[in-house]
């Protein structure tokens, strides 16, 4: 089992991604709809038009939310994300909750605070990809608070396997994409083992 995701920039507030993922058994879920919403429109409509099954957020900023409403003219499909969420979700997800995407393939949501308090990252069942929002970029992390940034980076994102590619919420790093494994090795804020490397690396955001 395997999931199709298309990457799609919006430009939006900063260089922005939105995320459309769609399981083998035809079920699609769009994470941070925002931007220009006509370019998620044509991925969703260029992938089929699978079941829209679940509208995603990783955090409640308004460049990630923006998009939300317009999307579900031809997404409709339950807003979702932390229970801490500002924006007004249809079901909020615990940690470690599963969103059923057919055939046994599910989507993960991890709880994951530290840019913000409503942070959630959400990994494919097939260990593919993990959408980390503004939590962990390509090369970087986001602007947070650093013991939770770095409880998140150690505890959360770290142990899970190598495979999954990292799809952030902006084009920052040196490529729109990157596997975990890589980044692992590359990326000094996940690299860092201990919380005084992780508070120097920051001087460097």
Known sequence: MAFR??????????????????????RAALVDPCGDVGKIEDAFRGAGKPEPTAILLTHGHHDHVSGVERARRFFDAPVMGHPRCSFNLDAALEDKERIAMGGGEFIECLHA?????????????????????????????????????????????FPLPDSNIVYSGHDYGRSPTSPLGVEKKRNPYLAAADFETFKKALLNL
Not at 5 to 26: C, K, R, T
Not at 122 to 148: H, M, N, P, Q
Request: glycine letters at 14%.
């Open 113 to 157: 605070p530290g840019h913000t308090p409503d942070g959630a990252l959400y990994r494919l069942s097939d260990d593919t990809g993990i959408f980390t929002g503004d939590t962990l970029f390509v090369d970087w992390c986001g602007y947070c608070r650093a013991k939770e940034m770095f409880d998140t980076m150690r505890n959360v994102i």
């Open 5 to 26: 995701v298309f990457q799609i920039g919006v430009g939006g507030f900063d260089s922005n991604f939105s995320y459309l993922a769609v399981s083998e058994a035809g």
